[in-house]
């Protein structure tokens, strides 16, 4: 996102922006210091989805709604949703350097192959590797192989320093999206107290146009098609009621003035969906979790490579059972479990749903070989072997944040080796 500064404000000349010393370099905004002070006291604890709120490993409070509800009581409704806007211009900036640099050191994204070989960051040995992993695997992914948990614990130590440079990135998507999700969970709660017929029409509008948006991109054609056209738009309905003639009547130009038309309803329906969505972020009516921030490219290797970053980032986080949550597995630990599970799907949210499907199959198949490889050991196999419980309790709670059923997970995983799972996790 391009920077403003308060030479460049609109409205600069006709009235006074007082300016404030700045901390650092970064602020120079009472709310740009606000919200780096605030995410910055987050990463120091830990966040428990329950409560909404983070906590220290002393158990006190360090930031949740209550914090919210005192700016919103001390600053204001307009104030929120200014920060609203900041966190999601983070958010995409931190985004798109995620991409940036994912393309630099693996490929895909927003970076070109000639950029990327004039910025001297790729490694041509684990790329290759990457690349014939993904091709024996991905055609099979039910298929166990006995060389494939080696060959996972080869990539995931070849993978260990660029995953210490993705993790920060993707923990700090994740804490901004946390923080979004209380901040418009305020601004919807004053909505509806301040603006209660607004905001209950603009909820009855969103969910009439996502019940009826099939219909309502067919009449804009029409329409569209009708109002300089009637002959070609009477042709085209009478194609549509007559299923066994079709649209064969249209002549080439007719074709055209078709197809022009149905270009202009489809840019009339772009703008009318983003109005419509600038309206609803305004009463705090969105999820931060399914917005889609940054478009680009597809990652090269992206489900794989975010498997074995996964694998590296569970040594540093554990399951706690009595408080039903990822948490941190040392004090001097910074990655949180929260903070990395929904900075990860934010990421995946910018892409086809079909990578974050593949993600879950490299997970599966890794903790499907480890549990086949326990079997032969001279001892046998009374428990989950130690590697298959942390990615067990990372897909559930991965699910629980995405917002699906368990059942997805199972499904892929089996229900057997769950079944068990739950029976060992139990808090005693």
């Not at 006291?41 to 409560?51: I, N, Q, T, W």
């Not at 909820?203 to 948006?213: C, F, M, R, V």
């Not at 197809?259 to 305004?282: H, I, S």
Request: proline share 4%; with cysteine; charged share 20%.
């Amino acid at each position: 996102m391009n920077k403003k500064y308060q030479a460049d404000l609109d409205y600069q000349d006709k009235h006074y922006v007082p300016t404030f010393i700045p901390v650092d370099a970064n602020d120079f905004t009472f709310m740009g210091r606000l919200l780096r002070n605030i995410t910055d006291s987050l990463g120091k604890g830990m966040y428990l989805d329950s409560l909404s709120s983070w906590y220290d490993a002393e158990g006190q409070q360090i930031f949740g709604l209550r914090y919210v509800h005192f700016l919103h009581e001390h600053l204001g409704t307009t104030f929120l949703q200014g920060l609203d806007r900041l966190i999601v211009y983070t958010v995409v900036s931190e985004t798109r350097k995620f991409q940036r640099d994912y393309g630099f050191h693996i490929g895909g994204g927003t970076v070109s192959e000639e950029l990327r070989v004039k910025g001297k960051k790729q490694n041509f040995q684990l790329m290759q590797a990457l690349s014939q992993f993904d091709a024996v695997i991905s055609p099979a992914f039910e298929a166990l192989n006995p060389n494939a948990v080696p060959r996972y614990k080869l990539l995931k130590q070849q993978t260990t320093n660029i995953s210490s440079q993705f993790l920060p990135m993707i923990v700090k998507v994740g804490k901004l999206q946390l923080l979004r999700k209380l901040v418009v969970r305020q601004i919807n709660f004053a909505a509806k107290v301040e603006c209660a017929q607004y905001t209950a029409c603009l909820e009855t509008a969103n969910k009439a146009i996502l019940h009826n948006i099939v219909e309502i991109k067919e009449t804009a054609q029409h329409v569209a098609l009708e109002r300089e056209y009637p002959d070609v738009a009477a042709l085209v309905q009478q194609g549509k009621l007559d299923s066994s003639e079709g649209e064969e009547g249209l002549t080439k130009e007719q074709e055209a003035v078709r197809e022009e038309k149905y270009e202009e309803a489809g840019k009339a329906m772009r703008d009318f969906m983003r109005d419509v969505t600038v309206c609803l972020e305004f009463v705090g009516q969105v999820k931060p979790m399914n917005k889609v921030y940054s478009l680009s490219r597809d990652l090269h290797h992206m489900p794989l490579m975010f498997a074995l970053v996964t694998l590296n980032a569970l040594n540093y986080i554990q399951y706690d059972a009595h408080l039903y949550s990822m948490v941190r597995s040392k004090k001097e630990v910074v990655l949180d479990g929260p903070h990395f599970i929904v900075g990860l799907l934010t990421i995946f949210k910018q892409y086809h749903s079909s990578n974050f499907l593949k993600y879950m199959m490299y997970l599966s198949n890794y903790l499907k070989n480890v549990i086949q490889a326990s079997q032969f050991q001279p001892t046998g196999m009374k428990q989950l072997p130690p590697e298959v419980t942390p990615i067990l309790c990372f897909l559930e709670e991965l699910m629980r944040f995405e917002g699906r059923a368990r059942d997805v997970v199972v499904q892929i995983v089996g229900p057997y080796i769950f079944d068990y799972f739950i029976y060992q996790t139990q808090p005693q």
